[in-house]
């Protein structure tokens, strides 16, 4: 599902305008073709959004409300904006763009010769990567009640391969997107987490148990997600008689629901040329950066930066936070003094999460530092504050809780030796970090003696309770998260 290029639209946007005034703007001819690339991919039957905006029909009768929110940018969604890099499917619109909803709706929205109409354009109906190569669907449907709590919930998809194969693209289907919040898919290749599956006795489990968290994510869901292929060369290795874990976060909806997912694997013959990695800054998502949002407190931030100990290409970003995330940024400083923003979420909004993907690799040398900045709003006045009157909030897996972290994803450069070489500077270095973010914001100075000791650390830091005792489940729910986040050997 490729989009045009910005470039091909001011050509479009463009002959209304220049034709001044007088030039009456119509829907046939002007407003048709923008609605098309940029919105229906979701306003249509069954693209997600609530209503359509296919004919003149639905489009003028929501005229006011459609100009209100392009103006103000909240639709079409797309939050990386004024970065350095082109990310790939940019759904911005140009101001050109914005000028001529706004001639079209305060002129008296025409509807035009409807011979000018541009073709339907065409969408994939069902995976959006066409037939995918296997499909797998969880077991059982797990049950949720009307409402309670966040959930978190591990479900285990066996692959039933009988030889090792590997992965160049994932689908996951929700099947009720309403309470599925997100979801993050790991390959297992042990049956830790069929053990654990069968220890409980609902479908799937809860906590991911200490040993079974060993698994590498091959992707995730958000709403909005598109799937996309990884680079050409890259591919994920997944082991014969591999698992799938679905690692859900259900936001309950107010009514009782139940989930039985699907995924959708697209497998390549060509073995991988080469590792990649995502680099996670601040590492565990935030845990280590002293994340504390007073009550009623309109801008806390948080900063870190690592640098790059070996030349890496990187293809893609992908920024997380919840509800009081307010913004997201990652800049390069090159050696040469040159500063690339590599992604920059001005206004963040948790639906829409997205995978981005710079149009070309961008080539970071050795000595380049990755500076991240992330700030939260958690002021009565945010209308995304979940809490208000606001209070207190610290770090933690819950959406009430806050996180805040860029992954950028990397592939050493240099020929398959080098690369794998420096892969594992690239891993050392990263580990370091971690171990000195653990040390410099969490610990209590009395247990700076263990420094190195880099689980037992994080483990201090997820006595949520803070009764100064690490109970079984914080323990498990601890040492799951570190395996999980680290840059894996
Ligand atoms: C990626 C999917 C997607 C795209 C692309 C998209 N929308 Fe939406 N739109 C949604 C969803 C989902 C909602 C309902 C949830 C919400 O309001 O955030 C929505 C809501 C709206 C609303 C109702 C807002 C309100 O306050 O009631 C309008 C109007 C709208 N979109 C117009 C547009 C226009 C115009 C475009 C293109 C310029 C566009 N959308 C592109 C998904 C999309």
């Given at each position: 599902m490729r989009i045009s290029s910005p470039a091909f639209f001011v050509g479009l946007a463009f002959p209304a305008l220049v034709w001044g005034a007088d030039t009456e703007v119509t829907f046939s001819r002007d407003i048709a073709p923008l609605l098309q690339q940029r919105c229906v991919e979701c306003h249509r039957d069954g693209g997600g959004a609530p209503f359509s905006l296919e004919s003149y029909r639905d489009a003028s009768r929501r005229a006011s409300t459609i100009l209100r929110v392009v103006e103000d940018r909240y639709m079409p969604p797309w939050h990386a904006i004024g970065g350095d890099i082109p990310l790939e499917g940019d759904r911005q619109l140009m101001p050109a763009q914005i000028e001529l909803f706004r001639a079209w709706v305060e002129g008296g929205k025409a509807e035009g010769d409807p011979s000018d109409l541009p073709a339907p354009r065409q969408f994939v109906e069902g995976w959006q990567l066409g037939e995918p190569d296997l499909v797998i669907k969880m077991a059982e449907a797990y049950s949720l009640p009307a409402d309670g709590p966040d959930i978190y919930r591990n479900f285990v998809v066996p692959t039933g391969l009988t030889q090792e194969r590997f992965l160049r693209a994932v689908e996951f289907r929700p099947g009720s997107a309403e309470v599925v919040h997100h979801a993050l898919l790991f390959v297992e290749g042990t049956d830790k987490a069929r053990k654990a599956d069968a220890e409980d006795e609902e479908p799937g489990f809860g906590e991911m148990?200490?040993?079974?968290?060993?698994?590498?994510?091959?992707?995730?869901?958000v709403p909005g997600a598109r799937t996309r292929p990884l680079p050409e060369g890259l591919s994920h290795r997944i082991p014969a008689g591999a698992d799938i874990v679905i690692q859900t976060h259900f936001h309950l909806s107010g009514k009782p629901e139940s989930e039985q997912s699907t995924i959708g694997l697209y497998f390549t013959d060509e073995p991988p040329e080469r590792e990649f990695a995502a680099i996670q800054i601040p590492p565990l998502f935030g845990a280590f950066s002293g994340i504390d949002l007073k009550p009623g407190e309109e801008r806390a931030e948080i900063h870190d930066s690592f640098e790059l100990p070996v030349p890496v290409h990187a293809f893609g970003a992908h920024a997380h936070a919840h509800y009081r995330g307010k913004s997201l940024r990652m800049v390069a400083k090159l050696p040469s003094g040159e500063s690339l923003k590599l992604l920059n979420i001005p206004d963040w909004d948790m639906n829409w999460q997205e995978d981005y993907r710079f149009t070309e690799q961008v080539f970071l040398p050795a000595g380049t530092r990755l500076e991240v900045d992330v700030a939260w709003d958690n002021s009565a006045e945010s209308t995304d504050n979940?809490?208000?009157?606001?209070?207190?909030?610290?770090?933690?897996?819950?959406?009430?809780?806050?996180?805040?972290?860029?992954?950028?994803?990397?592939?050493?450069?240099?020929?398959?030796?080098?690369?794998?070489n420096s892969m594992k500077t690239l891993q050392r270095a990263y580990r370091q970090h971690l171990v000195w973010c653990a040390g410099e914001h969490v610990l209590r100075p009395d247990k700076l003696a263990i420094f190195g000791d880099l689980r037992r650390k994080a483990i201090e830091r997820f006595d949520r309770n803070e009764d100064g005792f690490l109970g079984f489940e914080e323990r498990k729910t601890a040492s799951a998260f570190l395996k999980r986040s680290t840059i894996k050997d």
């Open positions: 148990p200490i040993d079974a968290a060993g698994g590498r994510q091959i992707g995730g869901w979940p809490v208000v009157p606001p209070v207190r909030v610290r770090w933690g897996f819950e959406s009430l809780d806050e996180m805040g972290s860029i992954d950028l994803f990397v592939v050493p450069t240099g020929d398959q030796k080098i690369a794998s």
